[in-house]
């Protein structure tokens, strides 16, 4: 079965400072790779998806399929980057399987 | 607007209570999901459906029940409420072919 680990709960940076989130996952076959976002009192959202290869409020992911890890990463962060982050992955059904949540806050 | 909506935001109930909780979308997709998200942990997926009269099982075994009766509407049903149901409820839906899924506001649920 596919799955989606996120080592961290809770990560915590000041405003400027770079960040990662980091997500690795396990999947037999060509996974597709995608981060959710949630802010506070708002709705679970897709931020970016590893086939579009774009860059999204500053963030950037990168498919790694030898250490099969999908980091998500921000050179400078900013305080409305606080929310939680979910990084998720679909099966062979395109059924998501979403991995722990990463908190992340920001500080000024 | 095309949107997808959960009532009640909140609810709290009494144990052996049955319970539905609705969930429509306006946004013409054939798959509709349900997930389960306890504060700060994993979203598990309890129901899904491919289209009209299509209900699946999800990766995460669950006491409720789901319908799929018309598109745009699927309900998730407890036939009796207990305290281990407490949790935060999640619909979402996508179109067909494609796995980026929209969410609804969600449902807490607060069995007592």
């Known amino acids: 079965a596919q799955r989606v680990t996120q080592p961290e709960k809770l990560l915590s940076v000041f405003k400027g400072a770079p960040v990662e989130l980091k997500c690795n996952y396990s999947?037999?076959?060509?996974?597709?790779l995608f981060w959710y976002v949630q802010y506070s009192r708002q709705r679970l959202q897709l931020l970016l998806r590893h086939i579009s290869r774009e860059s999204i409020k500053g963030f950037t992911a990168d498919l790694n399929k030898g250490e099969t890890s999908f980091h998500l990463k921000k050179p400078f962060a900013q305080e409305e980057d606080s929310a939680m982050y979910y990084c998720a992955t679909n099966n062979a059904g395109n059924m998501l399987t979403f991995g722990g949540g990463t908190r992340l806050m920001v500080k000024p | 607007e095309a949107d997808i909506y959960q009532t009640p935001r909140y609810l709290v109930i009494g144990t052996g209570k049955k319970i539905t909780l609705e969930c429509s979308q306006t946004?013409?997709?054939?798959?509709m999901y349900w997930y389960q998200q306890d504060p700060g942990m994993e979203l598990h997926l309890i129901h899904y459906s491919y289209g009209v009269n299509s209900t699946e099982k999800g990766d995460l075994s669950s006491e409720s029940t789901v319908s799929r009766i018309r598109t745009e509407h699927f309900p998730l049903t407890l036939e009796s409420a207990r305290p281990s149901h407490t949790s935060q409820y999640l619909c979402?839906?996508?179109?067909?072919?494609?796995?980026?899924?929209?969410f609804g506001q969600g449902t807490r649920l607060t069995v007592v």
């Open positions: 946004m013409g997709h054939d798959k």
């Open positions: 979402a839906s996508s179109a067909r072919g494609n796995t980026e899924a929209f």
């Open positions: 999947y037999s076959g060509s996974p597709e």
